[in-house]
Nanobody, 131 residues
Framework: QVQLVESGGGSVQAGGSLRLSCAASGRTFSNYIMGWFRQAPGKEREFVAG????????YYADSVKGRFTISRDNDKKTVYLQMNSLKPEDTAVYYCAADPYSGSVFSAVVRIRHAGQYDYWGQGTQVTVSS
């Protein structure tokens, strides 16, 4: 139904920046949330940032707040993650995800931080930050 493709990953030194993109194709959702998650070796997948598409409301993990910015482009059906002031602990595979919802905005806010609530996932893109 929906395909998500991440791009923009790579290797940078600490303090550098990267911009990740996630392009959606196929069937378009009317109401949905999109999120960025990351997974480092030996660790669980964790929430990084999310956005309620229709409103543009954004949410961030405490570990990235002030450094990362999530945004979207309606015409291109693309969500972005601008990552600044990167740290070695940001090293991980980054995944974008999408989930349609039919409930209230409050329901979307509750769901947005939890990987288990998302139906669609990209293949991931590697981000490596060296010291």
């Amino acid at each position: 139904q929906v395909q998500l493709v991440e791009s923009g990953g790579g290797s940078v030194q600490a303090g550098g920046s990267l911009r990740l993109s996630c392009a959606a194709s196929g069937r378009t959702f009317s109401n949905y949330i999109m999120g960025w998650f990351r997974q480092a070796p030996g660790k669980e997948r964790e929430f990084v940032a999310g956005i309620i598409w229709s409103l543009g409301s954004t949410y961030y993990a405490d570990s990235v707040k002030g450094r990362f910015t999530i945004s979207r482009d309606n015409d291109k059906k693309t969500v972005y993650l601008q990552m600044n002031s990167l740290k070695p602990e940001d090293t991980a595979v980054y995944y974008c995800a999408a989930d349609p919802y039919s409930g209230s905005v409050f329901s979307a806010v509750v769901r947005i931080r939890h990987a288990g609530q998302y139906d669609y996932w990209g293949q991931g893109t590697q981000v490596t930050v060296s010291s």
